[in-house]
């Protein structure tokens, strides 16, 4: 088989990218290793900054995102049992964000991807690429008991942080970045109302704690834990009441709770590979960056890697100018960094670091004593959260 674009991975950002590029007649295959169910089956985060959105509407698939998703125009951070408010609308010049979960956005995409015929491979064993550095690389797979084997002009790495398409990269080619945290977030999915309008962020002395949701009628919320705990350790009513201790108490008398429809612990990472692209192979999205969750930056900075790569592929295509591929990997970079900043700074100013001293506890609130007594600090902090420029 032969295509123009061969995209490794069907998450959000393969199946934004291959949208963009068959609508404007670029011919494209996604490669995913897993089934349709489970990859709907993930849940993630769940803020859209409006880049993203304005992305998913060039896909023509923004229609139940602007119906059913919430508009944000701020959020709160609670420490030390006061519930301070950060309005993104006015620090931002105008700008809020979109509350919708990630997993409707793929849903979405599928979705749109079926209308136009894209041409998906599900349960697809075994990717390698090959050649990437001649004008004729390849991917090869495979499929039912089939070999398959798909000729193309580019191969994009869409394939998460597990993926095959980095380790692709000879190591001498590549430089790893990495943080770990010595924690993780328990996450609960919930059937019950939220209990505030708005995000709660929560710095306390027993850890972070975040307030979230889906819709009005399902709530997300996560507490900071070990890294050691396991799921099985966490009984709901044992969720339940460690994030009630870490909520100001106006809030925790809020609290609806009610059984866990999903329970998870996700480690927090950040990890950036450069340079994102290695001869025809261009990587996008978890497969080249991590982000801790505190930010909200994994799925948005995913989407501004979609939007250089689409549009340098496009005035590839369409104007025979390679300029934007050849810039790709920088362009990119520019922004995931910025973005590493922002949500290493959050995660370093709401958690509690195991090894942290007298000092640090200083220094971390006096770094939100500044967010809130500063106008410059705070539009810091809202042009970063509603998604720096493209
Ligand atoms: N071959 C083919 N597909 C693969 C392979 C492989 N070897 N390895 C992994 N995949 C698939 C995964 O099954 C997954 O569906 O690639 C997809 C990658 O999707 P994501 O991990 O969701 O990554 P991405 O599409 O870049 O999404 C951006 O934003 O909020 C963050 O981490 C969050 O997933 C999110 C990300
Ligand atoms: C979520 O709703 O899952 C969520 C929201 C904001 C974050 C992280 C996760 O910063």
Redesign the pocket.
Known sequence: MKVQVCI????????LLSQLLHLRGVDTIV????SRD??LS?I??GVLEQGFAKLMREAECGERMDREGEVHNGFHIAHEGVLDHVDLHKYSGGASVLVYG?TEV?RDLYEARDRLGGKIVHN?ED?TLHDLTTDAPYVT?RSEGAEVRVDCDFVVG????????RKSIPGEALHEHEKVYPFGWLGVLSRTKPVSPELIYVKHQRGFALCSMRSQVLSRYYIQVPITDKVEDWSDDAFWAELKRRLPQEVAAQLVTGPSIEKSIAPLRSFVAEPMSYGRLFL????AH??P?TG???????GSDVHYLYHALLAHYKAGDSVGLKDYSQKALARVWKAQRFSWWMTSMLHRFPDRNSYDDQLQQTEIDYVFSSDTAMRMLAENYVGLPY
Request: proline share 5%.
């Open positions: 490794v991975g069907g998450g959000p950002s393969g199946l490669l995913e290793k897993h489970y990859v993930r993630r985060a990630q793929t697809a990717v797979c869409a394939d998460g942080f597990h993926g095959v398409s996008a999205g978890d497969a991590i982000f969750p909200a930056r994994g799925l948005n900075t995913a």
